[in-house]
């Protein structure tokens, strides 16, 4: 049986506008598209919070793929609420609002079954937070992380010590040349796997994604899509695809690493083709087979 | 036996500084650095144009390649110059001083006994040069071609009117964009192929390559490279193994295209670990091998 996977993040309404268009109040956060994501490949138990304004139907979205909400808090308020707007080129976005609501004091507790889970993945946010799930944890779970820039920024120290507890570092080109301040993506990889996590992902958008350490070097190619909607969301999904892969392989030998790549590479790509996680969600085995495929048609040379 | 392909271009004498440091007056131009690399794979005919201070040294250097310079020109005056400046990060460059000298002049004419050769490459230079080039070519040579912004610009025109004469149009994402105006880069290829080339192939930097059109869709990585000394020259280089690649196949089947692809961003890959073309110029079969297998390895998932 696929052992579950367990997601720490935010659960959000966002408003999202762009040249594509613009969709108000839609389910998302880190951990909503994770999950979304892990659940097409393993069971999922998600840790969030919500306010009590937080919609039935988005929760029955997540039940009927089958994710654990038990540990889905609902606190006296309302949900984070985020609106980002993108740029004409979609390559970069700006923030308009931000409403932390009950994110603001988010604690999470996890719920006594979930301690032992053996695939964990948290999601982008503050580092103390990100530390504190793990010290609930028992067992050496696989550990997974995400961070931004504002952490990089501000928390440094913390950060530095996090990468010490995690197997997986998963970011963006951006971030991790902040972090590392080297200009080359290659050296800032190499240089990160060596501060900690034995693998290193990283985020590329439309130049695809790359692995290094244990599992790489590899480079997946961005499948190249015709309607580009909407790509928030898109690193969440990522991140699902590629732990819910590990967890249903049950191994973290290079060529599944390397096959996780490729799924989290295909899956956000599905990410991208709508607002909100509707495409996501709508996303069936046989399509997403037939992605990598073509990546790995793209890649035949 | 293989057929000769032939470029017309720049030569120029390069100063180059950045971040790793400073060169000057190195072997440069678009025609050196295209012969360097098609000269792996095939005989080169040059056309091109220098002053009376070209060094005896640099005319070496090409005809131990084997690079037929009947076609190279010697004009009263000075060799075209080219002072260039890299930003800290090498990801882009600024034009310290450009002085044309004999190239501002420069109307190639070709030697009768080139005139029916089957590969052409016209490297980037004004456009009514380039069609000058086609004007004088007896029988259906298989033509690539390149450009830069100012033409993209200036020569609006005339460039449409090109790209409908050749068979392959090698350019980078920046002017794929502007080109086109579209920001996508697949949409972009897509748009290019439409008007005319069969085949595109997109040059991305440290992002690796993409091919569209016949051939493709294709995407090839960029080498990983522990040293990048100086990007002078690579794009050149990468069209000149592209072409170099095709002439000793004979042959523009889709599985040859792509292996072409790949071969180009091997050797634009050793074009950037030294300033000038020497480097380049040391690479052997067995090297340029090993990195193509890297290159397939990297991109295996």
Redesign the interface.
């Known amino acids: 049986m696929t052992e579950p996977v367990l997601v720490v993040g935010s659960t959000a309404l966002d408003t999202v506008e762009g040249p594509t268009g613009r969709a108000d109040d839609v389910l998302g956060g880190s951990s909503v598209y994770f999950a979304a994501a892990a659940s097409l490949f393993a069971p999922v138990r998600l840790v969030s919070v919500v306010g009590e304004d937080f919609p039935d139907e988005a929760r029955d979205l997540l039940a009927r793929r089958g994710v654990d909400l038990a540990g889905l808090e609902v606190a006296p308020g309302r949900t984070f609420r985020w609106h980002g707007r993108y740029t004409?080129?979609?390559?970069d976005r700006e923030t308009v609002s931000v409403e932390l609501n009950v994110l603001g004091s988010f604690r999470p507790k996890l719920p006594e079954g979930y301690r032992s889970t053996r695939y964990v993945f948290l999601a982008n946010g503050p580092t103390a937070t990100q530390h504190s799930v793990l010290d609930q944890m028992s067992g050496s779970p696989y550990v997974a992380a995400d961070t931004m820039n504002l952490w990089i920024e501000n928390e440094r120290e913390e950060l530095e010590r996090l990468l010490g507890r995690v197997d997986l570092l998963i970011l963006n080109d951006a971030e991790a040349r902040m972090l590392t301040g080297r200009?080359?993506?290659?050296?800032a990889a190499a240089d990160l796997a060596a501060r900690g996590p034995r693998t290193v992902a990283i985020k590329?958008g439309?130049?695809?994604s790359y692995l290094a350490g244990r599992g790489g070097?590899?480079?997946?190619?961005a499948f190249?899509?015709?309607s580009?909607v909407d790509p928030t969301g898109a690193g969440d999904s990522f991140a699902g695809a590629f732990m819910g892969h590990l967890a249903r392989a049950g191994s973290m030998e290079t060529e599944e690493l390397?096959?996780a790549?490729?799924a989290a590479s295909a899956v956000a790509s599905f990410t991208c083709e709508s607002f909100g996680p509707d495409r996501l969600l709508s996303v069936t085995l046989g399509e997403l087979d037939e992605r990598i495929d073509a990546?790995?048609k793209?890649?035949?040379?």
């Open positions: 004409p080129d979609m390559n200009q080359s993506l290659w050296a590329k439309e130049h695809g070097p590899c480079v997946v190619p190249p899509l015709e580009l390397r096959a790549l490729a990546l790995r793209l890649a035949a040379f």
